[in-house]
Structures are given as structure tokens and as C-alpha cells.
């Protein structure tokens, strides 16, 4: 199959026509991938702000058609529409029976970029090749376990669609799941890309009354007042906590890190009410540190703090809702993606994310 593949971080990623897929085994199904966006965490895959891991195939917010299903699926046919998720829960181990998905033993796909036993699936010339963040979409096919393939109504653009599997999970989720943002809620969103702005969305959806975005992009700040903000915050030229303080009077119920930058932690941390909430989406560098003092979040304010994983979603719930939220015309996907481009053109795709132009590129496999 035709496929793009990194071979080192830093170097520009090349296309392959000659890479070998496994077929499904049992409980898996076999998906043709027809767009799959890119977000900064293969972004950061390819310019070394993660661990390198290579070679890798990357992508993993993808939305196809199940091609053939293993053995003992019944649920999942040829032709079906669908979107991947990269966390599909198992449904048997600790944290799926205790009602969190999100932390299924199968997430550790993400970090491995392996299935559980220790295979991908993936290989060039008899080299096997990295699956990348759990699913390795950046490719004609894709095989995952069918929890990680969800239906979808076949009128549903996939082009669209395909936003779901990270950015709408991840900053719809952070919002509805991991926060539980209630009605009349005072938030707090630093960093405008495809999960900020997600955020936003889902903010909206739930019914908070103040939002308050940051960015240094004056474009993404129009985009998300459009998309419900209530207030922007330029960074680099206003003081965030002091804004966050004069529009609410206590500070925000809820901040979100959206930009991957360890520094604004603590800005969310300083900008949130006491036993206000701020929730860790973007992802730093692993050298990256967190300094916060601990008398302000223990002692005396009882603020906290939270890490977020896929918005601690169960996608098997999730992705369906955010379909039905998109039906109804409450989410907006179309806006997400400003950038429709061909497989060949990822190198310049990736240019444009670390430029910070347009919000989602997504790619046409
Ligand atoms: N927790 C998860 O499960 C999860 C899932 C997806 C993505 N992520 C991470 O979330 C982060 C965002 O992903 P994305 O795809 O939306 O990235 P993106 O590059 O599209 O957007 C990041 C945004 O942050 C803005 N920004 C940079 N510095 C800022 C500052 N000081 N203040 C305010 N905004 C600032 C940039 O201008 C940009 O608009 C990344 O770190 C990514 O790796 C985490
Ligand atoms: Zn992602
Ligand atoms: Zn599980």
C-alpha cells in the first residue's frame, strides 16, 4: 500500500508505495483511510519535541471505509463508514470496567506505537515499521482492533468526519468529560489550534457563559469568537491572569492548556477561582517542568489539577454524540479544517501547522 513514512525527526517524510499491512486477525477489521488530519502531536513526532521513535508511520485522526474484518467481528461489515479512534477500549481490563475507557491498557498503543504484543502490523522490504500513536492513518489502510472503528451514517462527509477521532475528542471531550463544565460556567482556553478550538465548541455546547480565549494568532482569535468565544486575550500583548480576573471577579471555574506549552499551566493555575479547575490537554516536551507553588493549589485555595487524555472520552459513546451533535448543526466541523491537501503534500502541510496557518489540514489519501 501506498504510505507516508518518517525515517528520522527532523528529515521531511517520504511516500512509499510498497509497504506491507497485515490482514485483520481476530477482532480486528481492515480500513481504507480516505482523509486523516494532522495534529501537533505528529508534528511533534517529526520535529523532535517527542521521544524519536522511527521509522514511524504517523497520523491518527483518520476516518475511512472497513475494507474486511477479521475473525468473530460482527458489528462492523465491508462498506461501512467510519471514523478511528486512536484509544479503542477493550471493554475487560481495570480501567475500562471502572468506567474510564480513556486509560484502556490499549491506549498504550499511543506511546508504543505497537499493538499490545509488541507488533505493528507494518513493514517495508521485510523492515518492520512503526505504527504510530496507535493507528498509523497517514496510509491507504489501517488495521485496528474494531472497538477502534466506529459507524458512522454514510452521509456524513468523511472529509468532515475525520476531525473527530483527536481534536474534537480531545478538546470536546476535555470540556464535557474531564471537566464536567456545567451551564452558566466561567472558562478559560489558551491555545487556538484544531483541540483549543474544539474546546471552544464544546464550552459553547455546554452552556458557559464567559469564554475567554488566548492565542498569539490574531486569526484564530477571530475564529474562535466566531465559534463562541466571548472574549479573546492577545498573549504577547495583555496580561491573561489580570484579564481572566477582571472579567469574572474570582477567576475562571475551568482553564484549559490547549497549546502544548508547560508555562501556561501555571498562567491557568493563577487564572482559575479558588477550587477552580485547570486541566492539562496540550502535550510539552518531555523535557519540559512544571513550577507551581504548592501552598497556592493545596493549602489555602483548594485549586486543582487534572491531566486529560482524548478528553476522556469513551469513543464507542463519544464519537457517535459528536456525529449527532454535528446533525443537529450545534458542532461545527467544517470551519475546523482550512486545508484540504493530497498525501504528497504532508511536508508542506506540517509547514503550515508550525506557521500556525489555517487551523486543520487534512489529508486525502
Ligand atoms: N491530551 C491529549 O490527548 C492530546 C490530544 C491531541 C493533541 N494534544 C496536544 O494538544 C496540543 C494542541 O494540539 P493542536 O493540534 O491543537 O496544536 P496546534 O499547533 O494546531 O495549536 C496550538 C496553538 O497554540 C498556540 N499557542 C502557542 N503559544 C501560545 C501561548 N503562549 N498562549 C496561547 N496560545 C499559544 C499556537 O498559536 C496555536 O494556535 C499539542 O501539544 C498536542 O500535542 C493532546
Ligand atoms: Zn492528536
Ligand atoms: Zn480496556
Redesign the pocket.
Given at each position: 500500500m501506498r504510505a507516508a513514512i518518517l525515517e528520522q525527526a527532523g528529515q521531511p517524510i517520504v511516500i512509499h508505495d510498497d509497504v506491507d499491512i497485515i490482514e485483520p486477525r481476530a477482532g480486528e477489521v481492515r480500513v481504507a483511510v480516505k482523509y486523516c488530519g494532522?495534529?501537533?502531536?505528529d508534528?511533534?513526532q517529526v520535529d523532535g519535541t517527542f521521544i524519536p521513535t522511527e521509522p514511524i508511520i504517523l497520523g491518527h485522526e483518520a476516518a475511512g471505509i472497513v475494507e474486511s474484518t477479521g475473525p468473530g467481528v460482527n458489528h462492523l461489515e465491508a462498506g461501512d463508514h467510519v471514523v478511528l479512534t486512536p484509544a479503542p477500549p477493550c471493554g475487560l481490563c481495570y480501567y475500562c470496567v471502572r468506567n474510564e475507557p480513556q486509560l484502556c491498557l490499549n491506549t498504550h498503543a499511543v506511546f508504543t506505537n505497537t499493538f499490545a504484543d509488541g507488533q505493528t502490523g507494518l513493514s517495508r522490504g521485510g523492515k518492520s515499521i512503526l505504527r504510530g500513536l496507535g493507528m498509523a492513518g497517514f496510509a491507504e489502510y489501517v488495521v485496528t482492533q474494531a472497538s477502534g472503528a466506529v459507524k458512522i451514517p454514510a452521509d456524513v462527509p468523511l472529509e468532515h468526519a475525520c476531525v473527530i477521532g483527536?481534536?474534537m475528542q480531545?478538546?470536546v471531550g476535555?470540556v464535557f468529560n474531564t471537566a464536567k463544565v456545567e451551564k452558566g460556567a466561567s472558562v478559560l482556553i489558551?491555545?487556538?489550534?484544531?483541540?483549543?478550538?474544539a474546546a471552544v465548541q464544546g464550552a459553547r455546547i455546554s452552556g458557559a457563559t464567559t469564554i475567554i480565549v488566548?492565542?498569539?494568532?490574531a486569526s484564530?482569535r477571530e475564529l474562535a469568537m466566531r465559534l463562541g468565544a466571548t472574549h479573546c486575550v492577545d498573549?504577547?500583548s495583555e496580561n491573561?491572569v489580570e484579564q481572566c480576573m477582571l472579567l469574572t471577579e474570582v477567576g475562571v471555574d475551568y482553564a484549559f492548556e490547549?497549546?502544548?506549552?508547560a508555562?501556561?499551566i501555571s498562567d491557568g493555575v493563577n487564572a482559575t477561582r479558588s477550587g477552580g479547575t485547570t486541566v492539562?490537554?496540550?502535550?510539552?516536551g518531555l523535557e519540559a517542568k512544571l513550577v507551581i507553588d504548592p501552598a497556592v493549589i493545596f493549602a489555602s485555595t483548594e485549586k486543582k489539577l487534572c491531566?486529560?487524555?482524548?478528553?476522556s472520552c469513551n469513543s464507542l459513546y463519544e464519537i457517535p454524540r459528536l456525529i449527532r451533535l454535528y446533525q443537529a448543526g450545534v458542532l461545527d466541523l467544517a470551519s475546523m479544517i482550512s486545508d484540504v491537501r493530497p498525501l504528497e503534500e504532508i511536508n508542506q502541510a506540517m509547514d503550515d501547522?508550525k506557521a500556525?496557518k489555517g487551523?486543520?489540514t487534512v489529508l486525502q489519501i
Open positions: 494532522i495534529c501537533h502531536s508534528l511533534s483527536c481534536a480531545t478538546g476535555a489558551m491555545g487556538l489550534g484544531g483541540v483549543g478550538m488566548s492565542d498569539p494568532v484564530r498573549p504577547h491573561l490547549t497549546a502544548g506549552v508555562a501556561l492539562c490537554v496540550g502535550a510539552p491531566g486529560c487524555f482524548l478528553g501547522m500556525a487551523v486543520r
